[in-house]
């Protein structure tokens, strides 16, 4: 008999959280210390979403989506989660740039930066300090019709190589682009500069290792491979979820799966006004994903010269289509030490690429597997540049694609973040269209990112907190 993931679940609920990515996991857990009922439910066999990792024969772990993060973390899972995750949070200080129009070795923080337009971009002074003093200063609600090709054109005109330095990493940090707004640039390039970019001691299996014990801690009911089919919805409020032959009742549902199908497939259209429905029609998913992840010989020890990160590029320019074409010519390298993961005797390099996955949708199984063979042998060719043995040293190669994304999380399109710009405001509004129907998952560029996701699932969590101490119907907290 298959077994029954959903055996432990009861029938009622206060909240329901559908999926454990790390905005559904910082919800769920939020509301289940503040003393209500939850149930979080998750179709992958694991949680952590697109925060996740694999193993491989030969003890081979990757990390897929752990390449660094603004210093925010640290107070953010402090609080929220607990002071043993916070603690684990160390800084990346190697970041490296190469492409055709400079080299050079940066700890990615605002003092550096400076030191570097000046000295090595021959920029005024005042004109930097004018720049970061802009970007810190947008929040949500400024203008939002100037875009980031503007902000950059009225700090640096003409400055190719600038915006390059200042953008490029933006762009494979959150998908966003020069004609985005700028705020949404503004705030995700402020956090990591106010300090550097960091990352967590251990690995994501040990983080959300961690997380689990707190969920559990915190009261939750978690339930894997429990793929929710519909939010039920009756006359204009949430009353639970269809999750395979069970129909389990909630006050409140958080959905943690992609803003346009929780709305279109999983709540339906019919249930929103039509003026609503056309805002989330025009929603536009951020781009995905190619991933090549490689595992030196046990015992080899990289050179920690190569740096944590390398933004590599062989474009003679900086332009969003080039970073998103199948004819990759930027890669993002992130190298792990045995330093970041106590224990072990290797070192890992994952390459990323932004990626468009109508490039990769409808390929023939055939032609997928060979594009796939080619990414891994173009990116190794790559990686030869800086670490020019690294086909003798490498005993495990794979790659991942925008169809792998998908696979995984069940984003449309394998979106790696969320939506754009205009998908937050879409989030946001749910509860007014459907009573006690929230959303909690990377949109908007500014809330994706572990950083973004982590803090809109306490932003949401509050939400339901509030909603439901209104609601007459909701039972007396536990304690
Ligand atoms: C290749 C790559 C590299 C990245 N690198 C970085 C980085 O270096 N730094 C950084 O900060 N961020 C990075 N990110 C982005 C970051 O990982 C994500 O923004 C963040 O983890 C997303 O969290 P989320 O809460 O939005 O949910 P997601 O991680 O998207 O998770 C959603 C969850 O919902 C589940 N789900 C969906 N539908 C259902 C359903 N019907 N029933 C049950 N469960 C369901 C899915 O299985 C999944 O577990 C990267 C992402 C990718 C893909």
């Not at 920029?123 to 400024?142: G, H, K, L, T």
């Not at 749910?430 to 932003?459: E, K, R």
Request: aromatic letters at 10%; glycine letters at 8%.
């Amino acid at each position: 008999m298959p077994k029954d993931f959903l055996k432990h679940a009861k029938d009622e609920y206060d909240v329901i959280v559908i999926g454990s990515g790390l905005a559904g996991l910082t919800a769920a857990n939020m509301l289940g210390r503040g003393g209500l009922s939850v149930l979080l439910l998750e179709q992958h066999y694991k949680l952590g979403g697109m925060a996740t990792w694999f193993r491989r024969s030969g003890g081979h772990i990757f990390d897929v989506s752990l390449h660094g993060f603004p210093v925010g973390m640290i107070k953010s899972c402090r609080r929220y989660w607990n002071s043993e995750i916070a603690d684990s949070i160390v800084q990346l200080k190697g970041i490296r740039f190469d492409n055709p129009m400079f080299s050079l070795t940066t700890t990615f923080n605002r003092e550096d930066f400076t030191r570097l337009l000046t000295g090595q971009f021959n920029v005024p002074a005042e004109n930097i300090a004018a720049f970061f003093d802009a970007a810190r200063a947008m929040n949500f609600y400024d203008d939002q019709r100037t875009t980031t090709g503007e902000l950059f054109e009225k700090h640096f005109p003409g400055r190719e190589d600038v915006i390059r330095l200042l953008m490029e990493p933006i762009t494979y940090a959150n998908g966003s682009t020069l004609e985005d707004p700028a705020v949404s640039y503004g705030i995700v390039f402020s956090n990591f500069m106010s300090k550097g970019v960091y990352t967590f001691v251990g690995g994501t299996d040990r983080l959300i290792g961690l997380m689990t014990g707190e969920l559990e801690r915190s009261g939750v009911d978690v339930c894997i491979r429990s793929d929710v089919e519909k939010i039920i919805v009756q006359r204009g409020r949430v009353r639970g979820v269809q999750v395979g032959s069970r129909t389990i009742k909630a006050r409140a549902v958080v959905s943690n799966s992609n803003l346009v199908t929780t709305i279109f497939q999983l709540v339906g259209e019919e249930h929103f006004d039509r003026d609503f429905i056309d805002e989330a029609r025009a929603v536009r998913l951020n781009n995905s994903s190619c991933q090549v992840y490689m595992a030196f010989k046990p015992g080899v020890m990289i050179d920690e010269s190569q740096g944590d990160l390398l933004f590599s590029s062989t474009a003679p320019l900086f332009r969003t289509e080039a970073l998103l074409s199948r004819d990759i010519t930027s890669r993002t390298f992130s190298f792990y030490y045995p330093r970041t993961r106590p224990g072990t005797d290797r070192c890992m390099v994952v390459s990323s690429t932004n990626a468009r996955h109508e490039d990769w949708a409808d390929l023939p199984e055939e032609e997928y597997e060979a594009s796939k063979r080619d990414l891994v042998k173009t990116t190794l060719d790559a990686l030869e540049k800086y670490i020019p043995n690294a086909r003798e040293i490498i005993v495990h190669a794979e790659a991942s694609t925008p169809r792998t994304f998908q696979h995984y999380t069940r984003h449309a399109q394998g979106a790696s973040f969320g939506t754009k710009f205009e998908g937050l405001a879409v989030s946001r509004a749910l509860p007014q269209q459907i009573t006690g129907l929230l959303h909690a998952g990377s949109v908007g560029i500014i809330m994706s990112g572990w950083l973004g996701a982590i803090n809109y699932g306490v932003i949401v969590a509050n939400d339901v907190e509030s909603l439901l101490m209104k609601d007459e119907l909701c039972p007396a907290k536990k304690s």
